[in-house]
């Protein structure tokens, strides 16, 4: 195999485990209630899970639910 090839099936690989970490994140953000929500409001927790991965799912997984 071409050393390209390897590196774009890696590329392609690691892109397709960001999407769905991140998709996950979000419609499980979208299923939050808002008073369930603590530290920001949806739309900010929604930004930080998409700009800032890996780091901003693993807050939003970490922090951002009311645990009752």
Do not use: E, H
Not at 53 to 68: C, E, Q, S, T, V
């Amino acid at each position: 195999m071409n050393n390209l090839t390897v590196a774009l099936v890696t590329v392609v690989v690691i892109m397709s485990v960001v999407v769905w970490f991140d998709r996950r994140c979000l419609a499980d953000l979208a299923q939050t209630p808002d008073s369930a929500l603590r530290v920001f409001d949806r739309g900010t927790w929604a930004l930080i899970i998409v700009l800032t991965f890996p780091i901003g799912p693993m807050l939003y997984l970490g922090y951002a639910k009311d645990r009752r």
